[in-house]
Each structure stands twice: as C-alpha cells, then as structure tokens.
C-alpha cells in the first residue's frame, strides 16, 4: 500500500474518531417554573427534626411523577431562595447577582414605571440591556448554543431587554417584555385577537387555531431546537422557562379530570392542572436527552422563580403553602422559599462531567442556598471564567451538590423589596443561619392587593378580604427558623440583642450591594433603622 494511502486511511479513522468523540463541555437546562413554591408538588421538600422529608397535605393533592423522577437521580434543597416575585429572581440567575445590586427589584411592568408611590425612584425598572454581562452571552462566548424558550419579562416593551436575542441568546422562542401569557390555549391563538391581545406569546403561530396547550407547545419547540444543537455537535444551555403556572389560571383539559373531587375550588383545581402539564413536560424533555443520547451529558437545575401563588388563601396566611406561611409576594418563607432540584440527565459514575461535578442521588440538602448561585457554578462547571470586572454574589455550590456541608459558605439570603403595593410592600428580610429578620420601612402599610395594573400582570386572583396588617404595626419582626420554622412568633420584642445583631447584618448587606431605597412622603431616602 501506498504511504499516501496509509496517510489517507490514518486521516480518515482520527476524522471518524473525532466525531464520536466526548464532548468538551456539558450541556446545561434551567428549568424554571413561574409562580409554583416549594409545597407545589408530591415532592416533599420539607423535613422532620432527623431531617428526613415530611409529607404534608398539598403533597397529596398534587401530582409531579417526573419531578419525583428527578429527585430520584438528583439532590433536593429544602431551603433554597428566590426573590418574591418574577423579574428580578429572572435576572438575579442570568446575572448572579442579588436583586440589591442588580436594581430591578419589582416585576417589570411592561408599560410603565411601577416603582409605586414610594417606590424607589432610582430603580432599575429598564432592566437588561445589551452590554449587560448575563450567563447566556458568556456561554456563547465560549462556544455554547444557547436557547430561550417560554417567559422572558427580561425589561419593559421595546426595551432590549424585551428581546432575548439581545441578551445573549442564540434561540428566541415565546419570549417577550410581559410576565402572564394572554392565553394558555391555542384555539384562542395564546392571547392574538383577544383583549389581552399586547400579551399573546409569540412565535408560536403554527399553533394557532389548535388544541394545543401553550405548555405543550413550547415542550415541542424546546425539543426541535435541543436536537437542533446536538446535529451541530455543539454543547447547549437550554433557559427553559414556562409560563405556567402564572395566571390566569386556565384549566388544562389534559388534566382537569384528576382534581374534580377534590374539594377544592375551580381556581385552584386549574392552577393543579398547570403544575401537572409542568410536570409533563419536565418528563418529556428527560425523555428527548435519552432519546438523543446526551442524558449523561446533561445537568439539569429545576427551579421556581418566587413563591406560590397557589388560590388557596391569604397571603399572609398559612394557606397556599402549608404549612408555610405566606405566598408569592409576601416577606414569609412561603413568599420566597422555592423547590430546587440539581440532577444529571442520567447518572454515570465514569463520565468527565460528572466526575467534575458529582451529585447525590435521592437526597436533601438542608443548607441554604439561592437563584443566584447558578451562574458560577454553571460557568465553573464548564472552566468558564466570570468577565472580568463582573459582580457575582452567587457562590459555588458543588460541594452542596454532594450532600455534604460545606462550613465555606455563610447561610444568609438578602431579599429587599423597596416597592408596593403588593401582598407585602417596602421591606426586607435578611436570613442568616437559624435566624430570620424582616424589616418593614412604613409599618403602616396594610395587606392590600396590588394596583389594578398588577393584578392583570401579576395575580388575576381576588385575595381574602381579611385586614391584618402585614407588619403587625412595627419596623420590626423577627423569627427562629428552625425552632418556629412557620413564622408563628414575633420575637423581635422579647430577643432585643438578637435583633440588634440581625439588623446590623441586614442593614450591612444592603449597604455593600448598593441597594436603593423607598422614600419617605417628603421625598427624603427612608434607609433601615437599628432598633
């Protein structure tokens, strides 16, 4: 044989080996659900004093069989934190930043500025730009195809932060400047041609006129394009974000039949069967990385955006997310605590990644940790450096990712809301260990529910017409989250040091990141106050 047609032989075998060869990095999926809070599902989340996990009632009453399914392969946070409500928890995990410092610290409306009336004038209601710094840019940078699809509500209409695609998407699918789709369904085209027409999702009108449900439709989209990227043999990162189950709670017909004898009512019956369509879709994205051969290469961060907004009781009740207190919006847990789970596609003790990030399987994790944590660890994961000159206060979570501890990292979450009126208005909390303290800047306030704009935006639900007071008529509330972890007593009056402590952290953290602040009725910055 020739030496040229060895050489040729040769060449053709390393070609043929290259392109069956490992993949340089991991394929990434978020899955971000909007509104649905950590009792939101037969997972349970929550756990007994040995730490193992606790059924409660809502448990029972939904159903998430591939969330179960996930939880399974992958590792479950009990304490795991999102801002209280959509836009800045969205922007915290694009950016790794805290609310605090990012700005946009109230959902963006999409028309006008909602700061509210003592809002913090200086907020950043513009939201994302195109020179910002967000996870997708820098993965794409780095040679990744990255994949929008479902709700953005990334900046206000004909903002940049309105287009995906300006924000470092390569894939724009249904995603748009608004928070709650016109229309689940597609007989009446997700919203186009109905009053809520400057809502309709977009880019989704193959399925106008059908039967299809908007959660359906979007599942198929993010599949086409996931096997579009695995035929170019590039590593994705898939920012999967559903609508569901944001209002305006619309029955899936898929599901209705599990939940008419219930009990419950209709409201709250179709918010279950928009959790279950979810749920659906989570099992048939699992089913397509099989499928495609890619499920041990694919990490998987399945995560709600705030708490529930369930139609199950006040929002400062225990209620909607029993036997937490409170609901999306709101300073208590059940406002701000959200389900997390971390999973391989499919478990391989011999693949690369998974060796470089190794994760317990069939496990909770009681430390805490937030949204905002997902944008280093995603980029360490894939030897990925942060721009320089880029704020993060996100920490790693690789070792949590273990089941283990990890003394590194300080237990606290700063969750500052200069803003109203909503379910809570112009506060923030700040947790740090065992330890919870909410400050409110006008005590004043009473529980109302938003300005008619944000109903429409932000609940389209009509709350209880009960008049507590969400502050209970003080700056101050405070709580021990493990030996009262459903926030049934004050202690702020009988722990004055602790409190003292607490706010010291509280008003430490605001100051480091920056925050801005409500003002006072004169115009004049209304800042924390230690008692």
């Not at 610290?105 to 913090?120: L, V």
């Not at 993965?139 to 695609?165: N, W």
Request: hydrophobic share 35%; with cysteine.
């Amino acid at each position: 044989m020739k030496p040229k047609t060895i050489l040729a032989l040769l060449l053709s075998f390393v070609i043929l080996h290259a392109s069956f060869a490992a993949p340089v990095s991991p394929n990434v999926m978020i899955f971000l659900v909007d509104d649905m809070g950590v009792m939101d599902t037969s997972v349970p989340f929550l756990t007994d004093e040995e730490g193992k996990p606790k059924r409660y009632p809502l448990n029972d009453y939904y159903r998430t069989p591939n969330m179960e399914r996930l939880a399974e392969r992958g590792i479950r946070f009990n304490n795991f934190y999102a801002m209280s409500v959509c836009s800045p928890t969205r922007i915290s995990i694009l950016t790794g930043q805290n609310a605090a410092r990012h700005r946009a610290t109230n959902w963006i409306n999409p028309d006008k500025d909602n700061a509210g009336p003592q809002g913090a004038p200086d907020w950043d209601w513009r939201g994302l730009g195109k020179g910002d710094v967000t996870l997708p840019g820098v993965l794409r940078d780095a040679g990744y195809h990255t994949i929008h699809v479902g709700k953005a509500h990334f900046g206000p209409r004909d903002s940049e932060g309105a287009e995906p695609l300006n924000l470092g998407f390569d894939v724009n699918i249904g995603g748009e400047c608004f928070g709650a789709p016109g229309s689940y369904y597609g007989e009446e085209n997700y919203g186009l041609g109905t009053k809520r027409a400057k809502s309709a999702v977009p880019h989704l009108e193959k399925y106008h006129g059908t039967e299809t449900f908007l959660t359906e439709a979007l599942t198929i989209e993010a599949k086409e394009a996931v096997a579009g990227a695995v035929k170019e043999k590039k590593p994705f990162f898939l920012y999967f974000a559903h609508y569901a189950v944001h209002a305006p709670f619309q029955s899936d017909p898929r599901f209705a039949d599990h939940y008419v004898d219930s009990g419950k009512p209709a409201n709250a019956q179709a918010f279950a069967t928009l959790i279950e369509g979810m749920d659906k879709s989570l099992g048939d994205m699992l089913d397509q990385f099989e499928a495609l051969g890619i499920a041990e290469n694919t990490l998987i961060f399945f995560v709600g955006d705030n708490g529930t907004d369930a139609p199950l009781g006040h929002q400062h009740a225990v209620a909607c997310a029993e036997p937490l207190r409170g609901k999306k919006g709101a300073h208590y847990e059940g406002g701000i605590r959200v389900p997390f789970i971390a999973a391989w596609a499919k478990a391989d003790t011999g693949n690369a990644f998974q060796k470089r990030l190794p994760i317990a399987a069939g496990t909770i994790q009681g430390q805490s940790a937030a949204v905002y944590d997902l944008f280093p660890t995603i980029l360490a994961l894939a030897d990925i450096e942060t721009p320089q000159g880029h704020a993060v206060d996100g920490e790693l979570v690789d070792t949590l990712l273990t089941g283990a501890p990890d003394s590194s990292r300080e237990e606290t979450f700063l969750m500052h809301y200069p803003h109203g009126p909503h379910r809570s208005s112009y506060f923030t909390t700040w947790r740090r260990g065992d330890w919870k303290v909410i400050y409110h800047y006008f005590p004043s306030e009473k529980s109302e529910e938003s300005e008619e704009s944000e109903k429409s935006e932000e609940s389209e639900e009509s709350e209880e017409s009960e008049e507590s007071k969400e502050s209970e008529g003080t700056h101050y509330q405070l709580y021990n989250l493990v030996k009262d972890p459903f926030e049934s007593t004050n202690l702020a009056g009988s722990q004055p040091e602790r409190l003292q402590r607490m706010m010291r952290g509280l008003i430490s953290g605001l100051e480091a990141q920056g925050a801005r602040y409500p003002v006072n009725e004169d115009g004049s910055k209304s800042k924390p106050e230690l008692p």
